[in-house]
């Protein structure tokens, strides 16, 4: 998101875009092994391939609302900030549900 307001500036811009890529791809360890603390054993591998085949389909889904929306208003950046709140929403909703369920759970492996 700060894309949008600093794109005038590439230094900034290149540094910003480090920064998301530094947690983007440091949680994926992290978001894997949440499935395996709330699933039972025999249900782990559905938990991942559902994962996995959310995001895929994010995967393909996002490019194309980036584009409708560059289309639809000629600016770029709108695109990014859309995936910047996709991504705070995203890293927002394990911390709401994962809050309870961790506590309530009587997993057993």
């Known amino acids: 998101m700060a894309l949008y307001f600093l794109h005038a500036e590439a ?3 290149i540094a910003c875009l480090c ?3 530094f947690g983007l791809f ?4 992290v978001f894997f092994a949440i499935p395996s603390a709330f699933l039972a054993q025999s249900q782990r591998a559905a938990g991942l391939a559902v994962i996995t085949t959310i995001g895929n389909l994010a995967g393909f889904v996002m490019p194309w609302v980036s584009g ?3 289309t639809g208003t000629a600016d770029v950046y709108l695109g990014m900030v ?3 709140f996709v991504a705070l929403a995203g890293s927002a909703l394990p911390i709401l549900f994962l809050r ?3 506590q309530t759970s009587g997993r057993k492996s």
């Open 11 to 13: 230094a900034v811009g």
């Open 19 to 21: 920064v998301a890529a």
């Open 26 to 29: 440091g949680a994926f360890g």
């Open 68 to 70: 409708a929306i560059q």
């Open 82 to 84: 859309i995936y910047g």
């Open 100 to 102: 309870d369920g961790a």
